[in-house]
Nanobody
Framework: QVQLVESGGGLVQAGGSLRLSCAAS????????MGWFRQAPGKEREFVAA??????????RHADSVKGRFTISRDNARTAVYLEMNSLKPEDTAVYYC???????????????????WGQGTQVTVSS
């Protein structure tokens, strides 16, 4: 049974930091691309960050709205992915989802519809 379990969400003041974690189990995700997406109330799901690799190199991509503030990373065993969030803003408030994609193509890292597995989400609330 494939499982992605997010943790680390919570309530934080604007300017604060949170670190989200996503633990993967049930199969080997070492060859999968991993991503973070978020969905705020009344809004569509949006891409936040993703990590993949090609030719032995690790590639990351971050949405323009979080670039310079958020950082995606992965543990060496490739069983967990993290999202370090700094300088949080009220507009970052959303449910954050971890996702895994078999196709580790760098070109499609931001396309949520192409991800195969999703976690249940963790709430991040940033107060002003």
């Amino acid at each position: 049974q494939v499982q992605l379990v997010e943790s680390g969400g919570g309530l934080v003041q604007a300017g604060g930091s949170l670190r989200l974690s996503c633990a993967a189990s049930g199969r080997t995700f070492s060859s999968y691309a991993m991503g973070w997406f978020r969905q705020a109330p009344g809004k569509e799901r949006e891409f936040v960050a993703a990590i993949s690799w090609s030719g032995g190199n690790i590639y990351t991509r971050h949405a323009d709205s979080v670039k310079g503030r958020f950082t995606i990373s992965r543990d060496n065993a490739r069983t967990a992915v993290y999202l370090e969030m700094n300088s949080l803003k009220p507009e970052d408030t959303a449910v954050y989802y971890c996702a895994a994609k078999r196709d580790y193509s760098i070109a499609t890292m931001a396309e949520g519809d192409l991800y195969d597995y999703w976690g249940q989400g963790t709430q991040v609330t940033v107060s002003s």
